[in-house]
């Protein structure tokens, strides 16, 4: 691509902006399956909020050298490693502060864990990691706790506590807890019916561009 050609119609600004700032785009694909057979599907891209921005922009920073801090370089340490689902909706804007509806995935508990280890997305084995994807399969009972319920929201939250500085020794994931925590990143989707006789799978993908 000619950069030069580029400046007449859209500024050196701009043109700068493209060149430098890496996007950070999220996306989601969601299904429920009966017996193995497909019932619902649905996906989208998500939005990055400001408490995820927030969490890269820590993660990438060194608070002192290892060999001066060893216990303590790090400005966080948590990861990535739950999905909490719900049933309400909100324009996805960065200042989202939590799910409207969080539900219980288990009698209790909000905070589902995500598979482990994550993937990583590449076209060959000679390919850049740009890309991290998350996965969570539901089970027949879960979220469905003896009842159908629709859901329309999903976030991705890490293992630390936001109220002991991240801390991931001792991370709460009861619904009482933490169904009003702050997601790192929020996706609102046209209705999906979990029922007990329904199996439920996300796949997140964390992409950069």
């Not at 309400?88 to 939590?98: D, F, K, L």
């Not at 969080?102 to 390919?127: C, D, H, I």
């Not at 994807?133 to 629709?150: D, K, M, P, Y």
């Not at 991931?168 to 997601?183: E, I, L, N, Q, V």
Request: glycine residues 8%; hydrophobic residues 40%.
């Amino acid at each position: 691509m000619n950069i030069a050609k580029l400046i007449p119609w859209f500024g050196r600004k701009v043109v700068e902006d493209c060149k430098s700032a890496p996007a950070i785009e999220g996306y989601v694909n969601i299904e429920t399956r009966e017996n193995g057979r497909l019932r619902q599907h649905v996906e989208g891209s998500n939005i990055w909020t400001l408490t995820g921005r927030e969490y890269l922009a820590e993660l990438i920073a060194l608070k002192a050298f290892r060999s001066s801090s060893p216990s303590g370089y790090a400005f966080r340490n948590d990861r990535i490693a739950y999905v909490g689902m719900g049933g309400g909706s909100q324009p996805e804007v960065a200042n989202i502060t939590s799910l409207v509806d969080g539900l219980p995935y288990a009698p209790g508990e909000f905070l589902a864990p995500l598979k482990v280890p994550a993937t990583f997305p590449v076209l060959s084995s000679t390919s850049s990691r740009t890309a991290v994807r998350f996965v969570r399969e539901f089970g027949q009972t879960e979220l469905s706790i003896g009842a159908n319920v629709v859901l329309t929201e999903a976030g991705l939250f890490t293992d630390g506590n936001p109220d002991n500085d991240w801390d991931t020794s001792a991370t709460p994931t009861g619904w009482f807890g933490t169904k009003d925590r702050a997601p790192m990143a929020y996706k609102t989707f046209e209705p999906v019916t979990k029922t007990p006789s329904f199996t439920l799978r996300v796949i997140w993908e964390v992409r950069f561009l």
